[in-house]
């Protein structure tokens, strides 16, 4: 009976049809979904503190609203895609629980400081470009719930990207000040951006299986040659240069050519030893520990009302 739910599986799979919560599927898809969409959760969530660090101090109001709204977005998307895991059978307070005990990953690219507001702008414009890029094919992933909870991600993830294009152009045009902030705010995000698409192919455990399951639709190498090409025009747009030397157009492949980023620096950020990790999760331990309260209060109306409506 099992081989036969698993045929239907392969099937679905092949027909590029979506496996829903109710559908059979096999253990190894069921975790490495659960694995992936927590690991984003939590990205989204520990993504809100890097740029809300800057809420209270935004140069304007205009810009302060724009970030307020932006940050409330990352918490929405955060929340999404808990309740994607939740339809594979995950427990919401079990994956935090496992987050601020460290015993799973959120995306490297949080564990960097934001010392300027050039940060506010590089962030959307890189950050959620890189997003962007990752999360399109994913709109098209095999598991129904976490392909649609792509969709309205992903367009979101846009207007965050235009903002900081907005905010970083308006800059651009300031002062020479301004325009070296942002130069160094390029300079650090740039080679991190690159590392958020994960380890090169060859070093990559979860990408085979994760493609023949149509989890995942392209490489981790490929998604990232395609932010550097996408990436490469609107910097030049910007006046701002990319601190890679060895970035061309190679006319032959029709692509450009880029320098390799630190393998070894996301190996460190990704098990605990990046400029933040320590303070981030501190952060997120403290935010769950003074929202206990909130937690036992929802709790115990929810049993009052429980117990009127049985009345
Ligand atoms: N950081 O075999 P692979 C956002 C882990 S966007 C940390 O290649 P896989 C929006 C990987 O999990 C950021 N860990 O793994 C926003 C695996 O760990 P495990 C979040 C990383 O899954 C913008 C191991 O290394 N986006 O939040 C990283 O096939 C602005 C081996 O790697 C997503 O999560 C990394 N960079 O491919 C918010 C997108 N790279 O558990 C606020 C969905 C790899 O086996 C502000 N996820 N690892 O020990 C994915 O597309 C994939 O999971 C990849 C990794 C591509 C990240």
Not at 62 to 84: C, M, N, P, T, W
Not at 112 to 125: E, L, M
Request: proline content about 5%.
């Amino acid at each position: 009976f099992e081989l036969r739910l698993h045929e239907q599986f392969d099937d679905t799979i092949a027909r590029d049809q979506r496996i829903e919560p109710r559908d059979w599927m096999p253990d190894g898809y069921r975790r490495t979904l659960i694995r992936q969409i927590a690991q984003h959760a939590h990205s989204e969530i520990i993504g809100m503190q890097p740029e809300g660090e800057w809420i209270t101090r935004a140069p304007s109001l205009r810009r302060k609203a724009i970030l307020f709204a932006k940050v409330q977005d990352e918490a929405g998307h955060g929340l999404y895609l808990y309740s994607a895991a939740e339809t594979l059978g995950a427990d919401r307070a079990d994956l935090t629980q496992r987050l601020i005990d460290g015993r799973q990953k959120y995306s490297s690219i949080f564990n960097y400081p934001t010392p300027t507001f050039a940060d506010v702008g590089v962030i959307a414009w890189l950050v959620d470009g890189a997003a962007i890029c990752n999360q399109v094919p994913l709109c098209r992933s095999s598991f129904g719930p976490y392909a649609r909870a792509m969709v309205r991600v992903c367009k979101e993830e846009s207007f965050h990207q235009r903002q900081g294009y907005e905010l970083l152009s308006t800059m651009m045009r300031g002062t020479d000040h301004q325009r070296a902030t942002v130069q160094d705010a390029v300079d650090r995000w740039w080679w991190p951006s690159l590392m958020m698409f994960g380890p090169p192919d060859g070093d990559s455990p979860n990408s085979e299986q994760s493609m023949a399951w149509r989890i995942k639709r392209h490489t981790n190498d490929e998604l990232r040659q395609r932010f550097v090409d996408m990436t490469v025009p609107q910097a030049a747009a910007l006046g701002v240069t990319l601190p890679d030397p060895e970035l061309r157009w190679n006319e032959e492949r029709g692509r450009h050519d880029f320098g390799t980023p630190d393998w070894s620096e996301l190996h460190r950020v990704i098990t605990g030893d990046g400029p933040c990790n320590t303070e981030r999760v501190a952060r997120r331990r403290a935010a769950h520990e003074d929202g206990a309260w909130v937690r036992e209060a929802a709790s115990a109306h929810a049993a009052t009302q429980a117990a009127r409506a049985r009345e």
